[in-house]
C-alpha cells in the first residue's frame, strides 16, 4: 500500500520543546529541504543538529522504512515548542509537498502497515487520555498486545475446529467424521476465556471512564466539604445556613489510582424555594445514573426514617457515611450494613479507609481491559459459540455450525482488526487527535 507524505505536530505547542513529525515516501526529502545540515549520507536513528526553514534551529531525526512508528520513512523535526514556531514550520513542510495528517493518522498507518493490531492501535490513544495509574497500566498491557495474547489462543481453538469439521466433510471416507466431544471441550473452553475476558470488560469500565460517586444526604451534613476534602480545593461553597447548595457540583480526582467523578448534590429535604427545590430534583437525577452513592449523615444527628426511606429508592450502592465524628462523644446506632464510614471531613479523619474501599471496586481487574467495543465484540462471540455448542450436541446440519463458527471468528477479528472493515477504522481513528 503506497501512501502520500503526511506532517503534523506530535506533542503539544507551549512547552519548551516540541516535535513535528513527517511520515512517508517523501520524508527524507522533504526534510533535507527543510533543514540546514542535512546529511548527504543519512543514517536512520541519528540525531543531526542545524537550522529550519522557519529560523528556528534544533534537531532532525531519521527513520528509515519499517523502522518507524507508522512504518514508513519518517523524520522527527524537534525545535522549540511556542506556537508560532511549531505552526511556522508545519506550514513551510506542507509548502515543500507534505500534507497536513488527519486526527489518528499516524497510528492508523501503523495499524495497516503491521506495526499494530487494531487493539494496540486503539491503546495509544488509552494511553495519551489516561488519566490514572490504573488506566495508564490498562493502556500500556493492551498497547503491548496483551489483549490480542489472550485472543489469539481462541482463535486458533475455532480455526482448528473448522478445519476439522471442514476436512471431515471433504475427505469423510479418509478421515472420517469429526468426534463431538473433543469440539464440545475445546469450544466450552473458549467459550470460559471469552467469559472471563467480558466480566473484566465490564468491571474494567470503571477503571477506564472511573467511577461516577453521587454525594447525597440531608442539608448540612458535609457532602460540600467532603468533595473539598478530596479535591484539597475549596471547590464547593460551605456554610452553615442550610440548602447552600442549589445545583449539583461535579469535579474529576483521582481516588487511590482510580479516576472518580465526585458529584456534590443539594441537601435532600422538603422545600418552598423554587431554586432550591429544582436542585433537589437534579440531586436525585445525578443519583439515578451514579455508579455509587455516598449518603452522608451528620453523626450528631445520626441516621433518620427520612434518611432511610431515601436510602431505599436509591437503585446504586449506597455507602453510609457518618460524617463529623471529630465532634462525636460517644458512638450512635446505625444502619445494619457492612459499608459504613466515620470520617471527618474537616480533620480528614477517615478517609484513607474510604480511599481504600473505593481502591477494592477494582482490585480484580488487572492487565488489558477490554473496552466498551471490544466487549461487545467479546459477547457476539461468546454467542456464535454457543450456537455451535448447541449444534454438535443436538447434531445440527454441518453447514449450520461452521457458519456460528465462523461469526465467533469474524467479531473476534474486529478487536484485533483482521476483518475490520474501512468504515470502523475511520470511526476509530476519527476519535484521535491531530498528530497521533
Same mark, same amino acid.
Given at each position: 500500500?503506497?501512501?502520500?507524505?503526511?506532517?503534523?505536530?506530535?506533542?503539544?505547542?507551549?512547552?519548551?520543546?516540541?516535535?513535528?513529525?513527517?511520515?512517508?515516501?517523501?520524508?527524507?526529502?522533504?526534510?533535507?529541504?527543510?533543514?540546514?545540515?542535512?546529511?548527504?549520507?543519512?543514517?536512520?536513528?541519528?540525531?543531526?543538529?542545524?537550522?529550519?526553514?522557519?529560523?528556528?534551529?534544533?534537531?532532525?531525526?531519521?527513520?528509515?522504512?519499517?523502522?518507524?512508528?507508522?512504518?514508513?520513512?519518517?523524520?522527527?523535526?524537534?525545535?522549540?515548542?511556542?506556537?508560532?514556531?511549531?505552526?511556522?514550520?508545519?506550514?513551510?513542510?506542507?509548502?515543500?509537498?507534505?500534507?497536513?495528517?488527519?486526527?489518528?493518522?499516524?497510528?492508523?498507518?501503523?495499524?495497516?502497515?503491521?506495526?499494530?493490531?487494531?487493539?494496540?492501535?486503539?491503546?495509544?490513544?488509552?494511553?495519551?487520555?489516561?488519566?490514572?495509574?490504573?488506566?495508564?497500566?490498562?493502556?500500556?498491557?493492551?498497547?503491548?498486545?496483551?489483549?490480542?495474547?489472550?485472543?489469539?489462543?481462541?482463535?486458533?481453538?475455532?480455526?482448528?475446529?473448522?478445519?476439522?469439521?471442514?476436512?471431515?466433510?471433504?475427505?469423510?471416507?479418509?478421515?472420517?467424521?469429526?468426534?463431538?466431544?473433543?469440539?464440545?471441550?475445546?469450544?466450552?473452553?473458549?467459550?470460559?476465556?471469552?467469559?472471563?475476558?467480558?466480566?473484566?470488560?465490564?468491571?474494567?469500565?470503571?477503571?477506564?471512564?472511573?467511577?461516577?460517586?453521587?454525594?447525597?444526604?440531608?442539608?448540612?451534613?458535609?457532602?460540600?466539604?467532603?468533595?473539598?476534602?478530596?479535591?484539597?480545593?475549596?471547590?464547593?461553597?460551605?456554610?452553615?445556613?442550610?440548602?447552600?447548595?442549589?445545583?449539583?457540583?461535579?469535579?474529576?480526582?483521582?481516588?487511590?489510582?482510580?479516576?472518580?467523578?465526585?458529584?456534590?448534590?443539594?441537601?435532600?429535604?422538603?422545600?418552598?424555594? &423554587?431554586? +432550591?427545590?429544582?436542585? $433537589?430534583?437534579? /440531586?436525585? %437525577?445525578?443519583?439515578?445514573?451514579? @455508579?455509587? =452513592?455516598?449518603?452522608?449523615?451528620?453523626?450528631?444527628?445520626?441516621?433518620?426514617?427520612?434518611?432511610?426511606?431515601?436510602?431505599?429508592?436509591?437503585?446504586?450502592?449506597?455507602?453510609?457515611?457518618?460524617?463529623?465524628?471529630?465532634?462525636?462523644?460517644?458512638?450512635?446506632?446505625?444502619?445494619?450494613?457492612?459499608?459504613?464510614?466515620?470520617?471527618?471531613?474537616?480533620?480528614?479523619?477517615?478517609?484513607?479507609?474510604?480511599?481504600?474501599?473505593?481502591?477494592?471496586?477494582?482490585?480484580?481487574?488487572?492487565?488489558?481491559?477490554?473496552?466498551?467495543?471490544?466487549?461487545?465484540?467479546?459477547?457476539?462471540?461468546?454467542?456464535?459459540?454457543?450456537?455451535?455448542?448447541?449444534?454438535?450436541?443436538?447434531?445440527?446440519?454441518?453447514?449450520?455450525?461452521?457458519?456460528?463458527?465462523?461469526?465467533? &471468528?469474524? +467479531?473476534?477479528?474486529? $478487536?484485533?482488526? /483482521?476483518? %475490520?472493515?474501512?468504515?470502523?477504522? @475511520?470511526? =476509530?481513528?476519527?476519535?484521535?487527535?491531530?498528530?497521533?
Amino acid at each position: 500500500m503506497v501512501f502520500d507524505t503526511i506532517v503534523a505536530p506530535i506533542t503539544a505547542t507551549g512547552g519548551a520543546v516540541g516535535i513535528v513529525r513527517l511520515s512517508g515516501p517523501e520524508s527524507w526529502g522533504i526534510a533535507a529541504e527543510a533543514f540546514s545540515n542535512f546529511p548527504e549520507e543519512p543514517e536512520s536513528h541519528r540525531a543531526y543538529r542545524g537550522t529550519f526553514e522557519n529560523g528556528d534551529d534544533g534537531l532532525l531525526l531519521l527513520f528509515e522504512e519499517g523502522k518507524s512508528f507508522t512504518g514508513e520513512e519518517s523524520a522527527e523535526l524537534h525545535i522549540h515548542g511556542s506556537s508560532v514556531s511549531m505552526t511556522t514550520l508545519v506550514e513551510e513542510l506542507v509548502a515543500i509537498g507534505a500534507r497536513l495528517a488527519r486526527p489518528g493518522e499516524f497510528t492508523e498507518r501503523a495499524f495497516l502497515n503491521g506495526r499494530l493490531d487494531l487493539s494496540q492501535a486503539e491503546a495509544v490513544n488509552d494511553t495519551v487520555r489516561a488519566a490514572t495509574r490504573k488506566q495508564l497500566a490498562s493502556a500500556n498491557a493492551s498497547r503491548i498486545g496483551a489483549l490480542t495474547e489472550e485472543i489469539s489462543p481462541i482463535e486458533t481453538a475455532i480455526i482448528s475446529q473448522l478445519a476439522g469439521i471442514e476436512a471431515s466433510v471433504d475427505f469423510s471416507e479418509e478421515i472420517g467424521d469429526i468426534d463431538p466431544a473433543i469440539a464440545i471441550a475445546a469450544l466450552t473452553d473458549c467459550r470460559a476465556k471469552l467469559d472471563a475476558m467480558i466480566h473484566r470488560g465490564h468491571h474494567g469500565r470503571l477503571v477506564r471512564e472511573g467511577v461516577r460517586i453521587a454525594i447525597i444526604g440531608p442539608p448540612n451534613a458535609g457532602k460540600s466539604s467532603l468533595l473539598n476534602a478530596f479535591l484539597g480545593m475549596q471547590r464547593a461553597i460551605v456554610t452553615p445556613v442550610a440548602g447552600t447548595t442549589r445545583d449539583y457540583v461535579e469535579e474529576s480526582c483521582e481516588i487511590a489510582g482510580l479516576q472518580c467523578i465526585l458529584i456534590d448534590t443539594a441537601g435532600l429535604r422538603d422545600s418552598e424555594d &423554587l431554586v +432550591e427545590s429544582i436542585g $433537589i430534583q437534579r /440531586s436525585r %437525577a445525578q443519583a439515578s445514573s451514579a @455508579d455509587l =452513592i455516598w449518603y452522608i449523615v451528620d453523626s450528631m444527628v445520626g441516621l433518620t426514617d427520612n434518611d432511610r426511606a431515601e436510602i431505599d429508592e436509591f437503585e446504586a450502592p449506597v455507602w453510609l457515611i457518618r460524617n463529623k465524628i471529630d465532634l462525636l462523644e460517644e458512638d450512635a446506632d446505625e444502619m445494619g450494613s457492612p459499608q459504613i464510614f466515620h470520617v471527618s471531613a474537616t480533620t480528614s479523619v477517615g478517609l484513607d479507609s474510604l480511599s481504600h474501599a473505593v481502591a477494592g471496586l477494582a482490585a480484580d481487574v488487572s492487565g488489558a481491559i477490554p473496552n466498551r467495543r471490544h466487549t461487545l465484540h467479546l459477547e457476539n462471540a461468546f454467542t456464535s459459540l454457543g450456537f455451535a455448542l448447541e449444534g454438535f450436541e443436538v447434531e445440527h446440519p454441518t453447514d449450520l455450525v461452521v457458519t456460528h463458527l465462523r461469526v465467533a &471468528l469474524f +467479531e473476534l477479528g474486529l $478487536i484485533t482488526g /483482521s476483518t %475490520a472493515s474501512q468504515d470502523l477504522l @475511520d470511526r =476509530i481513528f476519527a476519535d484521535f487527535c491531530i498528530g497521533k
